[in-house]
């Protein structure tokens, strides 16, 4: 079954660091570089977004693959979902690193996640679970709707749980991946040391390089 899960994508998208610390985050970080010529989008088709869902835990193998039968007997439907879902992502992104500059997130974009978790909040029941009690999601049948409404209702509580003063944008070029920094000090300014981090070093260790020959 792993093996089918991860044949559902082609791309990095069921490969991706999950360094956001939350669902919605993580979803935000399908994407990086927006606005440069290095831009990468990791959701091309429907089947990369139920890819990043699985790697993410937010979908379990058997719903991933029910849903990837789904799509190919709906692609056109499919195709309108990816849609709403990279909407969802970049109205996230622009949330997310409003806050994290400290700057009021725009009204426009907060009533469209109002839309989506409405959406959600439509199919989402409590049910009881071997732990105690969990979410689920039904509205009769299957929807390809469904990895959408999970990550509504994790940018739902992380709005309202916070700390959102720990929401934060990586400091690396061409990255702005976000993450909610859980660290003791509150000081981490990458989304992973051994990448953005260490780029950023060799940058300053090439630039000191390069003026200390110029001089």
């Known amino acids: 079954m792993r093996r089918a899960i991860a044949s559902l994508s082609q791309g990095r998208a069921g490969r991706l660091p999950l360094v956001g610390g939350r669902l919605c985050l993580d979803f935000v970080n399908t994407s990086s570089g927006r606005g440069t010529s290095s831009h990468k989008d990791h959701l091309v088709g429907y089947n990369d977004l139920l890819a990043w869902a699985h790697h993410a835990d937010a979908l379990s193998s058997t719903t ?33 690193t409003a806050l994290a500059r400290n700057v009021p997130p ?6 469209a996640l109002n839309t989506y978790l409405m959406a959600a909040n439509r199919s989402a029941r409590l049910a009881r679970d071997r732990r105690g009690f969990a979410w ?24 309202t749980a916070g700390p959102l003063e720990r929401l934060k944008s990586c ?8 993450f909610l920094d ?27 390089h390069a003026a200390a020959h110029a001089a």
């Open 64 to 96: 991933a693959l029910e849903l990837a039968d789904l799509t190919a007997r709906k692609p056109a439907a499919a195709r309108r979902v990816l849609a709403r879902a990279v909407k969802l992502r970049e109205i996230l992104f622009r949330i997310v």
């Open 171 to 178: 400091n690396g070029e061409a990255c702005g991946w976000v």
């Open 106 to 111: 725009a009204p426009e974009d907060l009533a």
């Open 136 to 159: 689920t999601w039904s509205s009769g049948s299957l929807q390809l709707d469904l990895p959408l409404w999970l990550i509504a209702r994790s940018a739902a509580e992380v709005l």
């Open 182 to 208: 859980e660290t003791r000090n509150g000081r981490r300014r990458w989304c992973e040391m051994e990448v953005c981090g260490s780029r950023a070093k060799m940058r300053r260790f090439r630039a000191r």
